[in-house]
Every structure is written in C-alpha cells, then in structure tokens.
C-alpha cells in the first residue's frame, strides 16, 4: 500500500486506489471519500465530470454537495472491492463530516483518514470516537502545542452571558461563523436568546439545507444585502447569524453604525483574544473551533496507538516534528511530496 499527497490525498493498492477529498474528481480511481462539505475538502471544478467514481460519505455531505457544488452524487455509507473496505465514521467537525475507515484485506491492518475532525461533544455533536487503527492519517490544523482550548461548554455559557447583556441593552448582536458547520452551532446554541433573528444570504440557505437534512434550527429571516436594514428597528434588539468576516464587510460597517451593533466572533484563532478581535473588529471573541485542539490531537493519537502517522493540512510539519520528539513514526505529507511507501 502507499499513501501520497497528489490531489489531495490518495491511497493505492496493487490494483486500486481510493481518492481521499479530492480536488479533482479522477473517474478512473476505484472510488472516493469526501469527508465533509467545507469547500477545501471538496472539488475545485464545479463542472460534472462525464463519470464518478463509486462516492463514499454521508447523507448530509451528499446533499450539501449538491448545494454547494452544483451536481448529486451517488453515494454510499461504504464500499468495497476484494483489496480494501472503505466505510464511514461519525467525525464530530461538523454536521455532515466523517471520518474515513479502511481496511486492507491483505491482512486485516486499518488506515484512519480524519478529515477535518474533533472529539469534544458540542451541542447538537457527538466528537469523534479514536479506535485503534495501523495507519493515521491525521488533520493538523492546530498542530501546535500552544493551541490547546477551553470547553466548547465553557466558552458557550460565556457568550450566552455577553449576548444577553447585549440584548437586554437594546443592542443587535452579529455572530460570526462559516455558512456551513459554526453558523448552524451558532444558530442552535444562542438563536433561542432573541425572537428576531436574521441570516446573511449564504448561512440562511446552509439553514434551509440542514433543517431539510433534520437539523433542529431557529428560523431566520433572510437580510437582503441590497436591502441590508429593512425591518430593522432602533432600540429593538436582533441577532444577525454572519459570515466570518471583518467589521470591515459594508453590511457589518452600515449595521454597526445605524444600530450600534455588536460584532461577536467564534474561532480556535480567538485564542489570541486581542489580535484577533483587532483583525475581526469584534467587540468580543470567545475560543470556539470545530476542529480538535493540539491536546485532543494527541488524545486522539493515544487512542488509536498507530504503527505510523501521516499528519496533513495545516500545522503538518509542526505537529510531525513534536511527535518524532516524543518517539512516534510521524510524517508530514504535504502537497507534492513524493509517494511514500507504508510499513506494510
């Protein structure tokens, strides 16, 4: 078996290969895995290719695959042909994210691929549960080790206290989160706190898209950006669910000043509170990621005792170099890196 980093991630066998994210769909490999729908793990072309691939994921990626990307998959919970079994595990990042499973029928040794990935339960999400495995293919978005977070729990009871106060002050709060996985946290954990609530166009489409899937959401009136401030009133407060941008957006800029808004970010960057509420023009920041921190990384290490791990994305070369530190068969796989033979 040998894994390298072209097109993504791929995996192949004497006489087959599995595509792990891939950034070109290639009709020629035996089948694919697409983790999640945030768009750096999915295709860059949003032109439907004359063929697929046999197409492992969730429901949930599926259909936001189909929101996001343009065209549906024929997808399957896992598949399989007489070198390997791929199959699908629930991988805690975001609503619709899995982690991949793969095992060589050679000799019964198992590849995790995380994706994106975090084990800490957070609301409506049940983090990811490591298993022992041979191979670890593990995301490193925070591979470094002064990137360790308090409790999604935590950090939550802290915003519900400053959103409210906000409120009750007669102040419109924006909270700030990606269209796909934190809007949806955001929405379910603190929609509840005000009546009038209000999404940018891209995260009430993600609203309408999850509820259909079954997710329970506040609705959400759309904000037109053409019509940023209708039916908005002064002295009456609202919550406006935002993309992760600046104050520097002109939506948030006109809103700040006509209402006196305050602008609420949600990031594993917020670590740096004042850096970042500099750079966001955030009023206040709490430490919220979807993605495990560098301790829950390690957790994650611990659990699944690999023979060998390949670390990707992100802090890669960091978080490899901590772990051959600590006496592990750690390799960072980044882009163009030559193939690399397994242990198998």
């Not at 995790?112 to 990935?117: E, K, L, S």
């Not at 009456?236 to 957006?249: G, M, Q, V, Y």
């Not at 966001?280 to 495990?292: E, I, R, T, W």
Request: proline content about 4%; glycine content about 6%.
């Amino acid at each position: 078996m040998k894994v390298k980093c072209k097109n993504r991630i791929n995996i192949s066998f004497e006489s087959s290969e599995i595509i792990l994210d891939p950034q070109i769909v290639n009709p020629t490999v035996s089948s694919m895995f697409v983790s999640h729908a945030h768009y750096d793990h999915l295709p860059r072309s949003k032109k439907k290719p004359s063929t697929i691939p046999p197409v492992v994921c969730s429901k949930a990626t599926a259909r936001l695959f189909q929101e996001r990307i343009g065209y549906s998959l024929d997808f399957h919970d896992f598949w399989e042909n007489n070198e390997y079994k791929l199959e699908t595990v629930p991988g805690g990042h975001t609503f619709d994210s899995t982690v991949a499973k793969i095992t060589n029928k050679e000799n019964g040794d198992i590849v995790v691929y995380t994706g994106d990935v975090n084990i800490e339960d957070r609301a409506y999400l049940t983090g990811f549960k490591p298993f022992k495995c041979n191979v670890l293919i593990l995301e490193a978005t925070w591979g470094d080790k002064d990137y360790r977070f308090p409790t999604y729990e935590h950090q939550a009871t802290l915003a519900r206290e400053y959103i409210q106060k906000q409120l009750d002050q007669g102040n419109p709060v924006a909270l700030l989160g990606y269209s796909v996985g934190k809007a949806q946290l955001l929405n379910y954990s603190f929609g509840d706190l005000c009546e009038k609530r209000y999404s940018t166009n891209a995260i009430w489409q993600m609203e309408q898209t999850h509820k259909e899937l079954g997710l329970d959401l506040h609705s959400t009136k759309l904000l037109a950006n053409d019509k940023m401030d209708i039916g908005l009133e002064k002295n009456k407060p609202w919550i406006l669910f935002h993309n992760h941008t600046s104050a520097r957006d002109k939506t948030l800029a006109f809103l700040k000043r006509k209402y006196n808004l305050k602008i609420i970010g949600f990031s594993g960057w917020a670590k740096n509170q004042e850096q970042y509420k500099y750079r966001m023009g955030a009023d206040a920041a709490y430490v919220m990621s979807d993605h495990s921190d560098y301790g829950s990384l390690l957790e994650i290490i611990k659990q699944s005792s690999p023979e060998k791990i390949f670390t990707v994305f992100g802090k890669a070369a960091e978080l490899a170099r901590e772990l051959q530190k600590e006496g592990f068969n750690a390799i960072p796989l980044t882009k163009g890196q030559s193939t690399l033979e397994s242990f198998f």
